[in-house]
């Protein structure tokens, strides 16, 4: 039996192979110090690749052993997350892209897949700091400073 994972980093893999021959084929893709336009779409199918890839590798290394079904357990996350994100864009404006991002990071470490307290506020910190920094400081991003620029 072709297990679900084993066919959707197949499909994965099709859809990143032909995004990036065709990204290269209609954009000018430029050089490193001057991207052109196919240089993201490029790059994004690479790394879609090389996601697809592992994926494909692990569900054939597993095998028929674990079938991967999680039945309504799977389906109660995939709710969650889809909630948690229609909040989190209905709040960012308001809330700031700091304390927001800081809120999702939070639950998805600590509700989809439970990690120790210290730990995931550790993440939510890294991820909501380090991302705020890359953006807004060094590529001038401008975010959603909320209840920090009022």
């Known amino acids: 039996m072709i297990r679900r ?53 692990q569900s054939i290394w597993r095998g028929a052993a674990d079938r991967g079904d999680r039945g309504k357990a799977g389906v109660v996350k995939v709710l969650g997350v889809l909630a948690v994100l229609t909040v989190y864009s209905l709040v960012l404006d308001f809330v700031g892209y700091p304390l927001a991002t800081f809120a999702i990071v939070l639950f998805m470490v600590r509700v989809t897949e439970p990690l120790p307290w210290p730990l995931a506020l550790g993440l939510a910190v890294l991820v909501a700091g380090g991302s705020y920094v890359v953006f807004a400081t060094w590529l001038n991003v401008p975010l959603p400073a909320g209840l920090f620029a009022r």
Not at 24 to 52: Q, T
């Open 5 to 57: 994972d084993t066919i959707a980093a197949a499909v994965m893999l099709s859809f990143a192979a032909v995004a990036a021959a065709e990204s290269i084929r209609l954009l000018p893709y430029g050089a490193a110090r001057n991207p052109g336009p196919a240089f993201f779409p490029w790059w994004m199918s690479v790394a879609l690749f090389g996601l697809s890839l592992v994926l494909l590798v």
